[in-house]
């Protein structure tokens, strides 16, 4: 009965409830919107409980800075940009993990990235998906990510993304050639 | 859904002119899919209002630290203020040597009564 009454709020209803305290809205804005965030997290992180902590804070982040949204965007953009932003500085970090700690570096963590991938896949959909995901550099995995998986056009990428369009553009072909070998490899 | 359809919705994503928007659902269609486990939103909500509890306590025990400080403080010097006046009014001043009851002992009085001779 609670649920559905929550179901029928619009986002800046949530929004406003969650801001005065109440944890049945800011439940359904976690409810709503955690299979986009999956999506955005484990793609370009790879189906593993890494995923899921940063899936976490993302809500986490979210819940603190819901006073600072003033309802300009959509919400599901604002959520997006928390993501994406989470998901790169959890890639940087580890970046800077392996390159300080392991011996071959990049290498290594590629295999940490490409284990993570394939953890949990019983599909060849599915695994033929995370190996042209993880085979792409970060910054064009985000860029097919935001396409494939979330279905924004090129210019909400590059609003989620803050990049300018033209650089959207250019890494989408740029990204489209990676793409082709790491394709041409797989079959 | 055959491999070589999965590898040209993956292109097509990349193609800046191709609408993406129903590119998830057929790839969803043959399995492809990511959400995160079991129990996610609980443990999202019970660390978010667990530690909002938490907080809410701590800024509690800081308020009424305040306020206990503020109450010694006026208290403190209440008495400080009423010992003065008391000092003014016994000895008609506020010397140092009144402030210490000092003000009617010769030196001599001073040693007899140290020594208790």
């Known amino acids: 009965m609670v649920k559905e009454l929550y179901s029928n709020l619009d986002e800046s209803q949530l929004v406003k409830a969650s801001i005065e305290g109440d944890k049945n809205a800011f439940t359904q804005i976690v409810d709503r919107y955690q299979n986009m965030v999956a999506r955005t997290v484990k ?17 986490i982040k979210l819940y603190y800075s819901l006073s600072e949204f003033r309802g300009e965007a959509k919400l599901s953009t604002y959520i997006q940009k928390i993501a994406v932003n989470l998901t790169l500085n959890e890639i940087k970090r580890r970046k800077r993990f392996f390159s300080m700690f392991a011996q071959k570096g990049n290498a290594e963590m590629h295999e940490f990235e490409v284990a993570d991938h394939d953890h949990e896949t019983r599909n060849d959909a599915k695994e033929l998906v ?20 979330q279905g924004y056009s090129t210019k909400e990428t590059a609003e989620i993304l803050n990049l300018p369009l033209g650089t959207v553009l250019s890494r989408l072909s740029r990204a489209q050639e990676q793409l082709r070998d790491i394709l041409n490899k797989l079959s | 859904m055959k491999p070589i359809r999965i590898k040209e919705l993956i292109t097509e994503s990349l193609s800046s002119e191709k609408d993406t928007s129903g590119i998830m659902s057929e ?12 129990g996610f939103r609980d443990k999202v909500i019970d660390k978010i209002y667990s530690a909002s509890l938490t907080v809410h306590r701590e800024v509690d025990m800081v308020k009424s630290m305040n306020t206990v400080f503020y109450r010694i403080a006026l208290t403190g010097a209440a008495a400080i203020i009423i010992m003065l006046i008391s000092i003014f009014l016994t000895e008609g001043s506020l010397s140092i040597n009144s402030v210490f009851g ?5 030196n001599e009085s ?3 009564m140290l020594t208790g001779n």
């Open chain 1, 43 to 59: 793609g370009m992180l790879g189906d593993s409980v890494f995923a899921e902590d940063i899936g976490q804070e993302v809500f």
């Open chain 2, 102 to 106: 000092l003000s009617d002992n010769y």
């Open chain 2, 27 to 38: 790839l969803e269609e043959s399995g492809v899919n990511y959400s995160f486990g079991n």
């Open chain 1, 130 to 149: 995370n190996k042209a995901l993880i085979g792409l550099e970060p910054k064009f995995r985000i860029i097919l990510t935001m396409r494939m998986l």
């Open chain 2, 110 to 112: 001073i040693v007899c």
